[in-house]
Nanobody, 116 residues
Framework: QVHLVESGGGLVQAGGSLRLSCAVSGNIGSRSAMGWYRQAPGKQRELVAILSSGGTTNYEDSVKGRFTISRDYAESTVYLQMNSLKPEDTGVYYC??????????WGKGTLVTVSS
């Protein structure tokens, strides 16, 4: 069984920073891509950042230069460092893993609220 548990969300003022963590348990294999998605109120879930098994990163345009995705293999954790936060970054942030067999796992999300 694979489980993803996000943490680190909260309330922050615009311009502030947060670091989200996603603890992964279970066997996801060595060739998995990991990502962060978010869902703002009344909107569809969207990709924020992705980290391929080869180490390539890709970001949604609005977060480029402000967010950084990283992975600690020893701790089986993926992070999302979010700087210069804006009110439009508000939403529930979900961790996502896609393994080599294209099986996708999701966490339950962590809420980020950015006040203006």
């Amino acid at each position: 069984q694979v489980h993803l548990v996000e943490s680190g969300g909260g309330l922050v003022q615009a311009g502030g920073s947060l670091r989200l963590s996603c603890a992964v348990s279970g066997n996801i294999g060595s060739r998995s891509a990991m990502g962060w998605y978010r869902q703002a109120p009344g909107k569809q879930r969207e990709l924020v950042a992705i980290l391929s098994s080869g180490g390539t990163t890709n970001y949604e345009d609005s977060v480029k230069g402000r967010f950084t995705i990283s992975r600690d293999y020893a701790e089986s954790t993926v992070y999302l460092q979010m700087n210069s936060l804006k009110p439009e970054d508000t939403g529930v942030y979900y961790c996502n893993v896609r393994n080599y067999y294209n099986i996708v796992y999701w966490g339950k999300g962590t809420l980020v609220t950015v006040s203006s």
